[in-house]
């Protein structure tokens, strides 16, 4: 990480909060390094002291698509940062966003706008669309931590084995450790990699974990897969995230991915906070047109039928441009008001200053 914004912190919180985790595993974990739980139990450590510890901002991607019944029915794409706001924010359900600098964001069709269904939310008349699906797969990942996976008390309710021993042929010493888990309430079933040098996550793979899905209005069963950076030299962060969730003729998929921080928040303010939050569930769409893929592109977009599916009427690059420096969505309460996309004037000044210093302007 190379530079920082805001007001320098004490190094001693980070010290004290890594020994506060290591005594309570020390208290209640397993001394066997041929068990499961002792791997599980190390990563968890190194994933609360060390990911958890500090907020920061990475360049990253997000990818949104969707098909109702046999085609296409929502697609988005977006560039910019991954923010983490620390582990003691507001809401604690919210503690990571994405701050787009560029928004692919197709329009939805009939099928798709066909699940918003007004009569939920009485203070809203209407609304053109759903929030950007990063919300959804950010809201998992936390889920994870406050009582799910990554949760040291709740992991404890897991159920552990090891599958397998994988080495890199020209590298005897990158062994990882495959091990299968299953919560006894059956929300959460998978496999974990951990890195026997390092102990830390590697990478999951899940068959079954919980996401929030915005146009069914509930929480879905869904399949994932959560991938991390573990470089010995001390980088440690989220890679990639991805769900997808299948609920009758919908499935919906959501990306992001990221690359190491580049910028580290040593105080998150409360107007920090909620202005970035405002702006997450309702951005305001930046757009330029590319002649090439972005460096973090996607590989997976199947954006040939997806042009077929939804470029009938006008080519997606046109619908792009049209939707450029709108919100994301367009929301009319029931007073007749149109509901802002950062709420209040300052707000949407302080996600612009963000955005610029972490774009290094």
């Known amino acids: 990480m190379n530079s920082r914004i805001y007001t320098p912190s004490s190094p001693s919180i980070g010290l004290s909060y890594f020994i506060i985790v290591a005594v309570f595993f020390s208290a209640c974990s397993s001394s066997d390094p041929d068990t499961p739980e002792y791997w599980m139990e190390k990563a968890l450590q190194h994933y609360h002291a060390e990911l958890m510890q500090q907020p920061y901002a990475a360049p990253a991607a997000y990818f949104e698509k969707a098909k109702c019944g046999d085609r296409y029915c929502k697609y988005s794409e977006g560039y910019g940062h991954f923010v983490y706001l620390g582990d003691d924010v507001e809401i604690p359900m919210v503690n990571r966003t994405f701050l787009a600098d ?150 919906h998929t959501v990306a992001l991915k990221s690359e190491a921080p580049i910028h580290t928040f040593d105080e998150v303010t409360d107007d920090t906070y909620a202005a970035l939050y405002e702006n997450s569930t309702n951005p305001i769409v930046y757009y330029q047109q590319q002649e090439q893929d972005h460096p973090l592109s996607f590989n997976y977009r199947d954006m040939e039928v997806i042009e077929e599916d939804l470029g009938n009427d006008k080519p997606l690059s046109q619908q792009f441009s049209a939707n450029a420096g709108s919100p994301y969505l367009s929301v009319t309460l029931s007073s007749g008001d149109e509901y802002q996309p950062t709420g209040r004037r300052d707000s949407y000044f302080l996600v612009e200053d963000i955005r610029e210093k972490l774009k290094g302007n």
């Open 102 to 251: 560029r928004i692919k964001r197709s329009n939805p069709s009939s099928d798709w706008l066909s699940y918003i269904d007004n009569s939920r939310e009485p203070e809203i008349e209407s609304r053109s669309d759903f929030q950007p699906g990063y919300t959804s797969v950010l809201g998992a990942v936390r889920r994870m931590e406050l009582s799910g996976l990554f949760n040291e008390r709740a992991s404890q309710n897991y159920n552990y084995q090891i599958r397998d021993t994988l080495k890199i042929e020209d590298d005897p010493s990158n062994r990882k450790f495959k091990i299968s888990f299953s919560s006894e309430d059956e929300l959460y079933q998978g496999v974990v990699f951990i890195h026997e040098e390092t102990s830390r996550f590697k990478r999951v793979v899940l068959d079954k974990a919980p996401v929030y899905a915005e146009p069914l209005y509930g929480w879905q069963s869904a399949e994932g897969e959560i991938r991390f950076d573990t470089e010995e030299s001390g980088n440690y962060h989220l890679k990639l995230i991805r769900f997808e969730y299948t609920k009758d003729s919908l499935t």
